[in-house]
């Protein structure tokens, strides 16, 4: 383990889910050719420190390109980056195109504090993409610049979700499965409507092979103007729910009396 002793924080980064804030990880970078002499970097709670050795910086480019890899093949399949190819779910509406890294910000003066080995998960070298074999698919690229070029900044990566599929399970008081209803997702002012299919197929799960589910088909991506959103039911509002953007099928069951009509 290489010591961070006589060391600078120059830049951390962290990547997010863009809908929810979701810190995803864990993360590994790797800095792009040229890479710059005594720079070390130290993992911390999804973050990753890079640090730089004092009195080097002077002799050291302006700025240069840091990728930024997801080790966790299950949390790729889940977010849409331009650098992930088949993001998106085949026959899906296409993901929207993930926006460029925030602007870069004051770093919290905790994260100065946290650059010890005694609270990172791990510190190394910093190599250069080439020297890594078998690394992680890329999800972006950053570009870093040195102390008083606008350096000691914390970028991060916001990734969007890729087309996942909604699934409502309508049942009266009684138990008994509601068909032959409208089935509604609304979400913030401004997104349209998605309307539900009542399935006519049976479900691979046993104990939902007679029951009324209402699917977006085909899937979509649920940006953050679904999150949350209402479940309309013959146009009543019934209740509020959340996506779960780690799976590819959302399920809610719901309970919904069978003389439910329109308020208006």
Not at 57 to 76: F, I, K, N, W
Not at 89 to 101: H, L, W
Not at 161 to 186: H, M, N, Y
Request: one cysteine or more; hydrophobic letters at 40%; aromatic letters at 4%.
């Amino acid at each position: 383990m290489t010591g961070v002793i006589g060391t600078t924080l120059v830049a951390a980064v962290r990547v997010e889910h863009a809908v929810t804030g979701e810190l995803l990880g864990p993360i590994e970078i790797d800095v792009v050719e040229p890479t710059w002499s005594g720079w070390t970097i130290a993992y911390r709670r999804g973050h990753a420190l890079l640090m730089a050795a004092e009195g080097l910086l002077g002799d050291q480019p302006e700025e240069t390109s840091v990728d930024v890899r997801l080790v966790d093949a299950r949390v790729r399949a889940r977010v849409s980056s331009s650098f992930l190819v088949g993001g998106a779910q085949s026959g899906a509406e296409a993901p929207t195109a993930v926006p460029a890294p925030v602007a870069p910000t004051e770093i919290d003066p905790r994260a100065l504090r946290a650059a010890s080995c005694g609270e990172l998960h791990r510190c190394e070298r910093a190599t250069s993409t080439p020297e890594r074999a078998g690394a992680s698919p890329l999800v972006a690229r950053l570009t870093v610049a040195k102390l008083g070029s606008g350096g000691k900044a914390e970028h991060v990566v916001r990734l969007e979700p890729v087309a996942s599929t909604l699934e409502i399970v309508l049942a009266d008081e009684q138990g008994r499965p509601l068909r032959g209803a409208v089935v509604e997702v609304r979400g913030k002012e401004g997104a349209p409507a998605v309307e539900l299919i009542e399935a006519d197929w049976p479900c691979v799960d046993s104990d939902l092979a007679q029951a009324a589910i209402y699917r977006s088909c085909p899937a979509r991506v649920w940006d953050a103007r679904y999150y949350p959103f209402q479940v309309v039911v013959d146009g009543m509002r019934v209740v509020d729910r959340m996506m779960s953007y780690s799976t590819p099928v959302t399920r809610h069951r719901l309970v919904t009396p069978r003389n439910l009509r329109a308020s208006e």
